[in-house]
Structure formats: C-alpha cells, structure tokens
C-alpha cells in the first residue's frame, strides 16, 4: 500500500510538473522599450496605448511566432539588467548590436539601420565635424551615438553632454541650451517637422563607424537559444512577407529594413 502511494505521489507530482510547464510556456512575452517615449519607433497614442514602429514590428513578429506578446515599458538605462533579471524577455527597443553589449546579452539577426543624424538651428554653419571646437553637443547617454562620440569626437574640441533621455536633449536644442544634438536619422527627422522645432534642421549624417555595430537587433538572454532561433525565423518571414518595409514606409517614408535576402 505505501508503494502504491508513493507511486500515486509521484504520477500527481509529475503531472503538476508539466501543467506548470505548460503554463509557463504560454505565459505572454514580456517585450521591453524604453518607459520614455520615443517616437516614431515607440510612444503612446492618444487612449494612452503604446504604439510606433517598432511596436507593430513586434506585434508582428509576434504574430508570426504565433505567440501572445506584451509592452513592458522599462527605463533605459536598466533595460539590459530587467533583461538579465527576468523582468522582461527581450528588448526591442532600437538597440544597435554591438561587441561591448554582446559580451553581456544576445541578439536577433539584425532588422533595421539608421545612421545617427546632426541637427542644428537652421543658420548653424560651421562645418561638421571639422568646426565644431567650443561647440556644445548634445547626446542621449548608453547608446551608440553617445558611444560615437566619445571615439570619434573627442578631438574636434567638442563639448559632449550626456542626458538620460532623448526629450531632454531635445529640449534642451530647443532653449539653445546646445549648439547642436546627434541622435538616430529617423527620429530625428520627425523632431525637425514638430512646430516646436521650425528653425531647425538636420546638418549632417555621422559616418560607418564600428560604434554603431552592423544594425539593430533585439536583446535577449544568452541563455534563451530556442527564443532566438523562433525569433529570427520570424523576421525572416515579416521580410519575405514585406511586412517591416510596408511598416517602414509607413512611419519613415522609406525602407530601413534589412533582409538577408
């Protein structure tokens, strides 16, 4: 009889095991973006929903995994350790893949390349980078564009400061605060066409520089190999399908997408 128990404890004990199993393998993906709004690529409608191009990239990414997704906003600057700790799944969020970020998480195949853009009051004519000795430049902190000009800058005398977030470095352009700002081409060409912005214009594009990596990808675990592989297959399809150019063209007007094809 008490191996007959013991026989019943361990059948229910397996059971339970695999129905948390499979709970747990239909829980929603936990998609990180940044809490701070970025448009186009992310930022909230007006019934407060979050929307943009990398949220409907996700939506269908989603789509094609066959998987139930869900925006996780999270702040920039402790994206990658919500990532590491569990409190998100992956990052998608116009994260460039570089060496110094995959020495600590993994990426998906690469799914779109913008370079980063210089904007400046329309009357700003100093040349880019040559004449920029005492200007004040303005960049978003933790991202390949501040990475940029850290290498590549600091020899033009340049005065590079860091901001927590995009909006401030706007703002900041925009009470002449700075000289001039450099941040992603795409969004920076929807900062130009705000009202708030007439007057102002991008400059320049900066060049390939190894600190903008070979495009962005989404973040993940080193460990979730199997989230990968599903991933990549389904930016493949959302390429094939024309899904990410017909999303692209939406919102930017032109395809930054990359395909391997």
């Known amino acids: 009889m008490k191996l007959h128990l013991l026989t019943v404890t361990i059948l229910t004990t ?6 948390m199993s499979s709970a747990l393998a239909e829980e929603p993906l936990r998609i990180g973006i940044s809490a701070e709004p970025y448009p186009p690529f992310t930022y909230t409608s007006s019934d407060g929903a979050w929307t943009g191009f990398e949220v409907e990239l996700a939506e269908a990414l989603c789509d094609a995994m066959q998987r139930e997704c869900e925006i996780t906003p999270t702040g920039w600057s402790g994206i990658i350790p919500s990532l590491q700790s569990g409190r998100i799944d992956m990052i998608m969020n116009s994260m460039s893949i570089t060496e110094a970020r995959q020495r600590v998480i993994d990426f998906s195949s690469p799914y779109y390349f913008t370079p980063g853009a210089y904007v400046a009051a329309s009357d700003f004519s100093d040349e880019i980078p040559a004449g920029l000795d005492g200007k004040v430049i303005g960049v978003q902190s933790a991202t390949t564009n501040a990475t940029f000009a850290r290498r590549a800058l600091r020899d033009s005398g340049v005065d590079v400061r860091l901001y927590d977030q995009a909006e401030q470095v706007n703002r900041d352009l925009l009470a002449g605060r700075l000289d001039l700002i450099l941040a992603d081409e795409i969004a920076m060409r929807e900062f130009v066409e705000r009202d708030e912005a007439a007057g102002f214009e991008i400059k320049a594009t900066a060049p390939h520089h190894d600190a903008y990596g070979e495009g962005v990808g989404i973040g993940l675990r080193k460990e ?38």
């Open 224 to 261: 979730d190999d199997e989230l990968i592989e599903a991933l990549n297959a389904a930016i493949a399809e959302i390429n094939a399908n024309g899904t990410c150019s017909s999303l692209s063209e939406r919102y930017f007007g032109t395809d930054v997408c990359i395909s391997d094809e």
């Open 14 to 19: 397996t059971l339970t095991g695999i129905g």
